[in-house]
């Protein structure tokens, strides 16, 4: 068993509290958060230790969590003072490359980072996570299998950690629920019903080819009958510029993690 400690109790903390007590994890979870109030909720939600004072929590640390958002990430990394023992950190916030956190706090800290996603609340998460090539073979498993415990990790370089971030996000599934089931009320059905059918046609397909093994394209082959309405729909959703919406809104999010490794 060791100490966890996360730096920042929001959203993100949260979810990842919710997966690691579903996971009956055995680790001691310690938070710090300059909100008493969050601190309050989560000790009483997931029985953490709650720490308002910054480096006594990162004392107690074996892996260190930052979860706070990227414009706040030199603030508390700054108000660390020196850390004198080995320590693993792990920077969740978008876009904050490692070159960034270990100038920030350097040796004998020694950074990774993660992307998970508030799926991993449910154990159905994924996580990608990045590591320096200095970054000890023990280390990186008790990393891997922290994030582990509620759902899939998968490996990847930095280079590709923003294209992840961007591309792995809960928020499209829920924005297309959100604009089909909009669309879906506008053309004569009520709110739930809409919400339903929507659920159930954005989200049953996609599982049942994650869990089978047909391709996608067997699939699209499969639900879209020539000259049907499946087939009038998703072509006029292509020539309205479906794929360059999509293209844009990745070029956004691209273009905002740059910025967050600037600021
Ligand atoms: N949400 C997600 O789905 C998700 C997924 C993967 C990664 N991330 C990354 O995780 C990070 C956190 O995201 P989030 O959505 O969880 O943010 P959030 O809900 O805003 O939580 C951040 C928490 O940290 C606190 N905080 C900020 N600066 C602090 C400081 N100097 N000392 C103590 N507490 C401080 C904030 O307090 P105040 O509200 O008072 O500022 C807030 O309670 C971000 O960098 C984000 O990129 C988020």
């Given at each position: 068993m060791s100490t966890v400690v996360f730096?920042?109790g929001?959203?993100?903390t949260s979810a990842m509290l919710a997966g690691l007590r579903l996971a009956k994890t055995r680790h001691r979870l310690v938070v710090h958060?300059?909100?008493?109030?969050?601190?309050?909720?989560l000790k009483k939600r997931y029985a953490v230790a709650a720490e308002?004072?910054?480096?006594?929590a990162?004392k107690q640390a074996d892996v260190l969590i930052?979860a706070?958002?990227?414009?706040?990430?030199?603030?508390?990394?700054?108000?660390?003072?020196?850390?004198?023992?080995?320590l693993v950190a792990v920077?969740?916030?978008?876009?904050?490359?490692?070159?960034?956190?270990?100038?920030?706090?350097?040796?004998?800290?020694?950074?990774a980072?993660a992307?998970p996603?508030?799926?991993c609340r449910s154990g159905r998460g994924?996580t990608?996570v990045?590591?320096?090539?200095?970054?000890?073979?023990a280390d990186r498993k008790r990393v891997h299998d922290l994030f582990a415990a509620f759902g899939q990790v998968?490996?990847?370089?930095?280079?590709?950690?923003?294209?992840?971030?961007?591309?792995?996000?809960?928020?499209?599934?829920?924005?297309?629920?959100?604009?089909?089931?909009?669309?879906?009320?506008?053309?004569?059905?009520?709110?739930?019903?809409?919400?339903?059918?929507?659920?159930?046609?954005?989200?049953?397909?996609?599982?049942?080819?994650?869990?089978?093994?047909?391709?996608?394209?067997?699939?699209?082959?499969?639900?879209?009958?020539?000259?049907?309405?499946?087939?009038?729909?998703?072509?006029?959703?292509?020539?309205?510029?479906?794929?360059?919406?999509?293209?844009?809104?990745?070029?956004?999010?691209?273009?905002?993690?740059?910025?967050?490794?600037?600021?």
């Amino acid at each position: 068993m060791s100490t966890v400690v996360f730096l920042g109790g929001g959203r993100i903390t949260s979810a990842m509290l919710a997966g690691l007590r579903l996971a009956k994890t055995r680790h001691r979870l310690v938070v710090h958060d300059r909100n008493p109030g969050k601190l309050r909720d989560l000790k009483k939600r997931y029985a953490v230790a709650a720490e308002s004072d910054l480096n006594s929590a990162v004392k107690q640390a074996d892996v260190l969590i930052v979860a706070v958002r990227p414009n706040s990430v030199r603030e508390i990394l700054r108000a660390i003072g020196n850390v004198d023992r080995p320590l693993v950190a792990v920077g969740l916030a978008a876009g904050v490359p490692l070159r960034v956190l270990s100038k920030l706090v350097g040796p004998p800290v020694q950074w990774a980072r993660a992307m998970p996603s508030p799926l991993c609340r449910s154990g159905r998460g994924l996580t990608a996570v990045t590591f320096p090539r200095t970054l000890s073979r023990a280390d990186r498993k008790r990393v891997h299998d922290l994030f582990a415990a509620f759902g899939q990790v998968v490996e990847i370089p930095e280079s590709r950690f923003d294209a992840f971030t961007v591309i792995y996000s809960c928020s499209h599934g829920y924005h297309a629920l959100a604009t089909l089931a909009r669309i879906g009320q506008a053309a004569g059905l009520d709110r739930n019903t809409a919400l339903l059918a929507s659920a159930h046609a954005l989200a049953d397909g996609i599982i049942a080819w994650r869990d089978g093994k047909d391709s996608l394209g067997t699939l699209l082959e499969e639900a879209v009958t020539p000259g049907g309405i499946a087939s009038a729909t998703v072509t006029q959703m292509d020539a309205a510029g479906y794929g360059r919406a999509v293209r844009e809104g990745v070029a956004a999010g691209l273009r905002r993690a740059r910025a967050n490794a600037a600021k």
